[in-house]
């Protein structure tokens, strides 16, 4: 595996290790929070002849660096099944009823991430072997929601305006909208979004579910939005504001990274 010259894996407790976790995928990126300039982000199409688990097994055992001892170690799950909960209302012995009442017959073991500002929290559900596998294996890892960094970074546009906002992220083959008015969070859903004129509808239905004035209010993009320029330019018919967002990582990106990378992973690195 090629890795940039400023990333000595002899020093791993040097460096943050997150690895990302999508129905289809299995990405890992590297970074360090004493030195802008180091960040490495490789991505990895899962085998259709393994299962899921069986895949993620053999990419930590082949890799083999995945079992060392970083600063920190993170696990991101992208999956649209998760529910946002008050923090003054949560009790993480309660994740699996959350969930349960939300998601009917949902498997795999239910978690909770408390990373999002000081408002809310993320419940969401896992494979369980996966979960159990990387427990073993991963040094104390942490496992996160992929809406959690959205979220905080999301939230610092918000302040400012007086009135509401729609945040769109395109990743993974999903959607994920976050509204808001003023500072106040109106909803939170990931959608799959892979019949495009469909996307277009369930958008523009939330905005008129939420009441979102289509001359007043705005519409923010991010993600990968070249894969859904007829989305988007449908949306530009319907609503008056549309504009791309722009974030502001700490760590130092190429434009081709600021690019390509998740959004998800470039909100992050603005932590």
């Excluded at 407790?13 to 299995?26: H, V």
């Excluded at 923090?87 to 978690?111: T, V």
């Excluded at 918000?158 to 509204?179: A, I, L, M, N, P």
């Excluded at 905005?207 to 705005?218: A, F, P």
Aim: aromatic fraction near 12%; proline fraction near 4%.
């Amino acid at each position: 595996m090629f890795l940039p010259e400023n990333i000595d894996l002899a020093h791993s407790e040097k460096y943050s290790l997150s690895i990302r976790l999508t129905p289809n995928g299995f990405s890992f990126y590297f970074q360090s929070s004493d030195d802008p300039n180091v960040f490495h982000f490789q991505k990895t199409d899962l085998s259709n002849k393994l299962s899921y688990s069986d895949n993620i097994k053999k990419l930590i055992f082949d890799l083999g660096f995945f079992t060392h001892s970083f600063k920190k170690t993170t696990v991101i799950i992208v999956s649209p099944n998760y529910t946002l909960v008050p923090r003054q209302l949560f009790e993480a012995k309660k994740s699996k009823e959350i969930m349960d009442f939300n998601f009917h017959d949902m498997s795999g073991i239910k978690l909770h991430d408390s990373s999002v500002n000081k408002d809310y929290s993320v419940v969401f559900n896992m494979d369980e072997e996966v979960h159990s596998f990387l427990s073993r294996h991963l040094i104390n890892p942490e496992f996160k929601h992929h809406s959690a960094p959205l979220l905080n970074v999301f939230n610092t546009y918000t302040h400012h305006e007086c009135r509401k906002q729609s945040f769109v992220c395109f990743h993974d083959g999903f959607v994920s909208v976050f509204c808001y008015f003023e500072d106040k969070l109106l909803s939170a859903n990931t959608f799959h979004c892979d019949n495009k004129p469909d996307t277009t509808y369930y958008l523009a239905s939330i905005w008129e579910k939420l009441s979102l004035d289509q001359t007043k209010d705005t519409l923010y993009l991010s993600g990968d939005i070249d894969s859904y320029l007829t989305v988007v330019n449908d949306l530009k018919i319907l609503i008056k504001n549309v504009e791309r967002i722009n974030m502001e990582p700490k760590t130092t990106l190429t434009k081709e990274q600021l690019d390509s990378l998740p959004t998800d992973v470039i909100a992050a690195l603005c932590v």
